[in-house]
């Protein structure tokens, strides 16, 4: 998944530990398989080979987590969509060379095979459609916060009552630490990603942080994320870091972009109706917001 997975398991019986990893391990290789763009015959290549032409059939797990998706994607207003993979990256290498940012018009235009309302879903059949040629469906951003629930569930149906499954930050823990405390999580500041601005204490909670101090660029003094708003086509500025508490990384992981993409109060907003949620943003002046159930130290 183009991601490091580290699982923890709490255990007397270390061999016992290295088995169950070792099936979580198998676990997070299966649905990779499913979900990735870098093997030909995955099924979401298959979907993305044959938009605009033809339906595909594909596993109930995969249309459920489409369905899902489309779901956030209602939910974000678009601001989360699968088919951000139709972006035209050619614009975008976020690296020394890019000094200018194109004109509104042409990034539009790059952006605009991007619609989640053009994933035809067929319940009974259980197919996927991409209604234009060129549009491209990926899961990079919910997809390793899916499995990194589906690991932890594997894991607890083997009998594992605490553990970390850490999909690159993005992470689920429940039980408790081998000390009986509670999983210490800390939240990385955008400024230096290696040290935490805060810790939080959580059990059974899923935690997913999305910023733009690891991809960015700076033109005429202004910073530019990587993160590209799928209705302008223009980089998100404002926000560097975003922090989504949930008791399912899948959520966390598709919630965290979104909230980068709609901004602080619209953000805000929107995580504040919906229940067993929070969040946590910094702006690009370091003024730390959160949630209404969130108290940070």
């Not at 930050?169 to 500041?189: F, R, S």
């Not at 922090?243 to 602080?264: F, H, L, R």
């Not at 953000?267 to 929070?278: R, Y």
Request: with cysteine; glycine share 8%; net charge negative.
């Amino acid at each position: 998944m183009g991601n490091t997975f580290e699982i923890t398991v709490v255990a007397n019986d270390g061999n016992w530990a290295q088995e169950k990893i070792a099936l979580a391990v198998d676990e997070i290789r299966r649905i990779e398989k499913l979900l990735t763009t870098f093997d030909e015959n995955s099924q979401t290549n298959q979907i993305n080979k044959m938009a605009g032409t033809e339906a595909v059939p594909v596993n109930r797990e995969v249309f459920e987590l489409i369905k899902r998706s489309l779901k956030i994607s209602g939910v974000t207003d678009g601001a989360f969509d699968i088919t951000y993979g139709s972006i035209d990256k050619r614009l975008w290498n976020f690296d020394r060379n890019m000094t200018s940012l194109p004109d509104a018009e042409t990034a539009k235009n790059s952006v605009s095979l991007i619609n989640y309302h053009n994933v035809l879903l067929n319940e009974q059949d259980g197919t996927v459609m991409l209604k234009e040629k060129g549009m491209r469906i990926g899961f990079g951003g919910i997809g390793k916060g899916y499995a990194a629930d589906m690991a932890r569930k594997l894991l607890e149906k083997e009998g594992v009552q605490s553990g970390i499954v850490n999909a690159s930050g993005d992470l689920v823990a429940w039980g408790k630490q081998a000390n009986n405390e509670p999983w210490t999580i800390g939240i990385a500041h955008p400024d230096n990603a290696r040290s935490a601005f805060s810790r939080l204490n959580i059990s059974n909670l899923a935690i997913a942080t999305s910023g733009n101090y690891e991809k960015y660029v700076v033109i005429d003094g202004r910073k530019y994320s990587h993160t590209i708003n799928p209705k302008t086509g223009m980089p998100v500025t404002g926000i560097k870091s975003v922090t989504i508490i949930s008791p399912y990384a899948e959520i966390a992981d598709a919630m965290a972009t979104p909230v980068m993409v709609m901004g602080v109060k619209a953000g805000l907003d929107l995580i504040n109706q919906i229940e067993h949620l929070g969040c946590i943003i910094v702006d690009d002046n370091n003024k730390i917001y959160s949630t209404k159930n969130i108290h940070l130290e």
